[in-house]
């Protein structure tokens, strides 16, 4: 189905999210629709798909004029949407969420729909259980799910709205070939992305939009800084982290044991110096998270030892003691979830600045306070104000919040996926921050599912696999095809014998 | 205890659980579509004196429940239109709606006070009725009491076996998908909401018209504390619901026995016993130390039995949707 959006205009409240924007997508092409957090993107193919109404502009599909103004209106027309965070029901089986919103007659008849589903499940190599409740799938698998449950409605046009984010490389190897078969059937697909790699894979055009607006479109093959351009209205350069070691050891770690329910880790020694980057690699769960809280004094060890340099300049034993003497150690902590761990969702920016600082009698200094929030928002980019809730900032922004809120000196940072979600910007934003702290003295150890990230910011990798760990490897001894390896559990020998001594 | 004595205190437990069945599975539909309407004891109070009001001026049952079902779906359309439409407080609005359906219920209605009227009529099941033990039990009742065995049954198939029964469920469960889906959350809220009221407005007139036979002040209070409460320990099931509304039959149809065999102990203890069984029940179904005991069991039989147990709430409960 041909799509043309014309002059479309939304805004919430004060803030203009698409502005004067059009956009044609012709049948059996697949349109990527590309532009940094917060660029306007959902918002665009929102409105197409009835799920917004919008406050001015036309939608026309196949040539007439369609009036999308429910997401009923939209699978009427033909237009089904793949939501960012899938909209369905956890609690219900497969079934039942590919039936919920079909038509038919009063009974579900269970057996019929069955059989349609895998009906069309069929040629794509979906493989769903249709009685496991939803709640259970990947979120892969929950995509596969709502696609299948859309082409079901008969839709002409698919939008998918950042689909690569947080599923498997083998099921967006399984998506990308599905959307180009559907394509290949005369659909049109829409897809939006802040990835460029995903898009000039996947795509045949596309539109690029920043600050609400449509601000280029390309066919592709079209060169890469061409887009990055146009995404952010110049060039970008990756920061190159230089050598940031010291000889001081800010972290001494021996033979510590830590476990939860699932999974016990072990590490024999880790001995961190001033300024260096340790990346932690692994598939998640394999039990870098334990050793993240562990090292925040959060988690406490079963067995081992663990010594921090303390502000006067030598080490000090911590094991056991509280999280809270860890933090006046210089300890910090930025967890992947940020909105449930990191920060409190309903509190503003200044709020936050209240909490961090020290107790200092019963009532709130507003003014200093609101001072420290207006220089943190400033010195660290925010786009927010002082008073608005962290709730409401982009992930982007919300990781910014919380690098400004980290303590001052600072011995020791632990990250969890430091940049995830967040566009390239953002991304190189944070890390050229973390180099300047790593400059000043400040170590670093993260976790990241980006094996590029990784390579590209470590000093050192300890990799985790299967509740076993490696010795520390120096980076440049290292390739992303190696580290592939030892994910995959070729750990080397220093590993085994560790297993095996257990 | 003799056999006859069972049957006499099962019987009275069915009799006396029935308004709670109405009640437990109007506020059941109502929950499952998103919504909380807190007013229940209200709602009851002032259906059950209004309902008795109806029936005694045209000496009509079935007018009676007619005026019930309009008070309990005007009272819920209260709760629907601050909740939905003005998108306030479901629990204060609902809670505010309780006290003030009690209050105004007992002014109202101060005229018709014991004041004697038609009551729903026995109707026994030629044949069946002969039947032992169950005869006696299941049918030599009231068309009421059928009714509420045919409403389990039915509000069962229509959740778990009907399309727009799945996409109640989804509106209570994920409001955003089920209107991506092309659901006007709205308007099944609304509708969903209007009819658990319209249902708890009959359980106050199966009180005032059958089961409690006329009209005192606050003759019911409680009652919609307690339908709300057997909600939860029915896990937002309606047959869940029903068998914990006949447990607390039972439970009451005791104490009366037990009232009249033990002499020392003061009345109050008794009427007020069942309330105190009803919560140490729902402490015990949901407290950890079952978790712990269940955790000796295979898996094989405990999942079963936890989900059972653990019906978690409907996620979007009380939440207000906002569509742009």
Known sequence: MNVELQHIYKSFGAVQANVDVSLSVQAGTIHGLLGENGAGKSTLVKILSGFITRDKGAILLDGAPADVRTPANGIRAGVGMLHQDPLDFPPLTV???????????????????????????????????????????????????????????????????????????????????????LAGQGKSIIFVSHKLEDVEELCDQVTVMRAGQVVGSAAIPCPTQQLVSMMFGRELAAPVKPPTCQDDVALCVENLVVGDDRIDVRVDELTVKRGEVIGLAGLEGSGQRLLLLTCAGILRPAGGRLAVRTAGGNLQDMTGRPYHDYQKAGVGYLPADRLREGLIWGLSIQEHVVLRAPANGLFVNRAASRAVADQSIQKFNIRGKADTRVGQLSGGNQQRTQLALLPSPLQLVLMEHPTRGLDIESTMWVWRQLIERCKGGTSIIFAS???????????????????????????????ANKLGEMIGGKLGDRAAAAVAAN | MDLNQLVVILATAIATATPLVFAGIGETITERAGVINLSADGTIL???????????????????????????????????????????????????????????????????????????????????????????????????????????????????????????RSVGEQPAAAFARGSNVVRLRYLYTLLGGALMGIAGAAFSLDFKAGWSNRSTAGYGW???????????????????????????????????????????????????????????????????????????????????????????????????
């Open chain 1, 95 to 181: 079934l039942d969420n590919f039936t919920a919103g079909r038509a038919g007659g009063l009974f579900l008849r269970r057996g019929a729909a069955a059989r349609d589903f895998r009906a069309l499940a069929e040629p794509f190599n979906f493989a769903l259980d249709i009685d496991e409740q939803v709640g259970n799938l990947t979120m892969g698998e929950r995509q596969q799910l709502e696609i299948l449950r859309l082409l079901s409605l008969g839709v002409r046009t698919l939008i998918l709205d950042e689909p690569t984010t947080g599923i498997s490389a083998s099921q967006k190897t399984a998506l990308f070939s599905a959307l180009k078969t």
């Open chain 1, 449 to 479: 599912s980006d094996l590029d990230e990784i390579v590209q910011y470590s000093d050192r990798v300890i990799v985790f696999s299967g509740g076993r760990v490696s010795a520390p490897i120096e980076t440049a001894a290292l390739t």
């Open chain 2, 46 to 168: 002032m259906a059950a004196m209004t309902g008795f009001a109806a029936a005694l001026a045209t000496n009509n049952v079935l007018v009676g429940f007619i005026a019930a079902a309009i008070v309990g779906a005007a009272f819920a359309s209260i709760v629907a239109f601050g909740a939905i439409t003005l998108k306030q407080s479901q629990v204060a609005i609902g809670f505010v709606l309780a006290l003030l359906g009690a209050d105004l219920s007992s002014f109202l209605g101060n005229p018709i006070v014991l004041v004697p009227g038609p009551t729903v009529p026995a109707w026994n099941i030629p044949l069946l009725q002969d039947i032992p033990v169950l005869g006696r039990l299941f049918f030599q009742s009231d068309p009421l009491v059928y009714a509420s065995y045919v409403l389990i049954i039915v509000v069962w198939i229509f959740f778990y076996r009907t399309r727009p029964g799945l996409l109640l």
């Open chain 2, 226 to 324: 307690i339908a709300l409460a057997i909600v939860i320990f029915g896990g937002w099931n309606p047959l869940r619901v029903a068998i914990g509304a006949y447990f607390f039959g039972i439970l009451q149809s005791l104490a009366s026995v037990a009232q009249s065999n033990i002499q020392n102990v003061p009345t109050q203890v008794f009427s007020v016993a069942p309330f105190v069984l009803m919560i140490l029940v729902l402490v015990l179904t949901s407290g950890e130390w079952l978790d712990n005991l269940l955790a000796r069991l295979p898996v094989g039989v405990r999942r079963p039995i936890l989900r059972a147990l653990r019906q978690p709430a409907p996620a979007a409960l009380g939440k207000i949707f906002e569509q742009d």
